[in-house]
């Protein structure tokens, strides 16, 4: 599995980005797929999950209200739409795919795959 991840760039404090991630493979509907998130000098953090069927979402505290995950099976793609940015929203964004579970988990080390990650970057 091959993940692409998009979208990011430059922002205003109360902006919005779409983030998008193409993963390759024909399995992707069977995927459970994440979102995280690095700010310089802070580990990786859990951002947004959805179930392989797109029924269940999870999402971190932080991020709750303001973004949204969601997924189009026929464009093998997920995306992360980011609404009433805030400059600690800015991070590096790295999408993930897990094949050992269908369930929206936060946990990292279920995913097996990553992309290379975007830049969000939100001024203030």
């Known amino acids: 599995v091959q993940l692409q991840a998009s979208g990011g760039g430059l922002v205003q404090a109360g902006g919005s980005l779409r983030l998008s991630c193409a993963a390759s493979?024909?399995?992707?509907?069977?995927?459970?797929m994440g979102w995280f998130r690095q700010a310089p000098g802070k580990e990786r953090e859990f951002v947004a999950a959805?179930?392989?069927?797109?029924?269940?979402?999870r999402y971190a505290d932080s991020v709750k209200g303001r973004f949204a995950i969601s997924r189009d099976d026929a464009k093998n793609t997920v995306y992360l739409q980011m609404n009433s940015l805030k400059a600690e929203d800015t991070a590096i964004y790295y999408c993930a795919a897990s094949t050992r579970t269908n369930q929206a988990l936060s946990i990292k080390d279920i995913y097996d795959y990553w992309g290379q990650g975007t830049l969000v970057t939100v001024s203030s």
């Open positions: 493979g024909r399995t992707f509907s069977s995927y459970a």
């Open positions: 959805i179930s392989w069927s797109g029924v269940s979402t």
